[in-house]
């Protein structure tokens, strides 16, 4: 069975280091290199965020520190996983007004941003089973104002097993840029849920899966878990209207 991790937080590895006594080093111990889940032996590269297909790409940020990844669906709307607002410790959705959508995201600097005044979760959605729930695992944000226009937006398209696919956020390891997988492929479509085996792990989640679709790219589905080894799961949203209009409907 392959086992699958939501890939919203970093995961910190922990270092070892022996006791000093009389003033000496007695000695040390390397801590072992952790593996990030979904990466496997996969390149990543850095992505141009100020061009196409990534120019909807952006960071979801908190005020209480969790970032994710998120995309541009309408002028003043974006999409993220939904575990990526969750708060634990308070076993509560964080407030609208803490979310804070970046833009074009890069090394602290970003081309326009925008704080979130609602979302809406998807429904069937179970921050407390995330894995078991993760076909409704996306969350659709509305901004305080248009950060794009219409014709920046990418098409929506579905998955095929096979098709060439791309993944880039704003992963644990690289954090401040994004960084994506460009040469991956879907592997299989179950329902509303899309495997595929692009390179990303933490911090990956709420980024969009493009599928290539008569030569051009499309978002196929939104990331939200990453496999032992290399690859993770999407959820796929072919079949969704998405505008202003019927966000604010809900």
Same mark, same amino acid.
């Given at each position: 069975?392959?086992?699958?991790?939501?890939?919203?937080?970093?995961?910190?590895?922990?270092?070892?280091? #022996?006791?000093?006594?009389?003033?000496?080093?007695?000695?040390?111990?390397?801590?072992?290199?952790?593996?990030?889940?979904?990466?496997?032996?996969?390149?990543?590269?850095?992505?141009?965020?100020? @061009?196409?297909?990534?120019?909807?790409?952006?960071?979801?940020?908190?005020?209480?520190?969790?970032?994710?990844?998120?995309?541009?669906?309408?002028?003043?709307?974006?999409?993220?996983?939904?575990?990526?607002?969750?708060?634990?410790?308070?076993?509560?959705?964080?407030?609208?007004?803490?979310?804070?959508?970046?833009?074009?995201?890069?090394? &602290?600097?970003?081309?326009?941003?925008?704080?979130?005044?609602?979302?809406?979760?998807?429904?069937?959605?179970?921050?407390?089973?995330?894995?078991?729930?993760?076909?409704?695992? @996306?969350?659709?944000?509305?901004?305080?104002?248009?950060?794009?226009?219409?014709?920046?937006?990418?098409?929506?398209?579905?998955?095929?097993?096979?098709?060439?696919?791309?993944?880039? &956020?704003?992963?644990?390891?690289?954090?401040?840029?994004?960084? &994506?997988?460009?040469?991956?492929?879907?592997? @299989?479509?179950?329902?509303?849920?899309? +495997?595929? +085996?692009?390179?990303?792990?933490?911090?990956?989640?709420?980024?969009?899966?493009?599928?290539?679709?008569?030569?051009?790219?499309?978002?196929? &589905?939104?990331?939200?878990?990453?496999?032992?080894?290399?690859?993770?799961?999407?959820?796929?949203?072919?079949?969704?209207?998405? #505008?202003?209009?019927?966000?604010?409907?809900?």
């Amino acid at each position: 069975m392959i086992r699958l991790v939501p890939v919203r937080r970093a995961v910190g590895a922990v270092c070892l280091a #022996s006791l000093v006594s009389g003033g000496a080093i007695a000695g040390s111990v390397r801590a072992a290199p952790v593996a990030l889940p979904g990466v496997g032996a996969g390149a990543r590269h850095a992505v141009d965020v100020d @061009h196409e297909p990534w120019r909807i790409l952006g960071r979801v940020q908190t005020e209480l520190g969790g970032r994710c990844t998120g995309f541009m669906v309408a002028p003043s709307v974006i999409m993220t996983a939904a575990h990526c607002l969750w708060r634990e410790e308070a076993a509560n959705f964080v407030q609208p007004p803490s979310i804070h959508f970046m833009l074009g995201y890069d090394t &602290g600097s970003w081309r326009t941003t925008a704080r979130a005044v609602r979302f809406v979760i998807a429904p069937g959605y179970d921050p407390y089973h995330p894995l078991r729930t993760s076909q409704a695992d @996306h969350a659709t944000v509305i901004l305080d104002h248009a950060l794009v226009k219409t014709t920046d937006l990418l098409q929506v398209v579905a998955a095929v097993p096979g098709a060439p696919a791309m993944l880039a &956020g704003y992963q644990q390891d690289r954090k401040e840029l994004a960084i &994506g997988d460009l040469s991956c492929h879907v592997v @299989h479509v179950r329902g509303q849920l899309i +495997d595929h +085996d692009c390179a990303a792990t933490h911090g990956a989640s709420g980024a969009p899966l493009l599928v290539q679709e008569d030569g051009k790219w499309g978002i196929a &589905g939104i990331d939200v878990t990453a496999r032992e080894g290399q690859g993770g799961t999407a959820v796929g949203f072919a079949s969704e209207a998405i #505008s202003n209009e019927t966000v604010r409907e809900k």
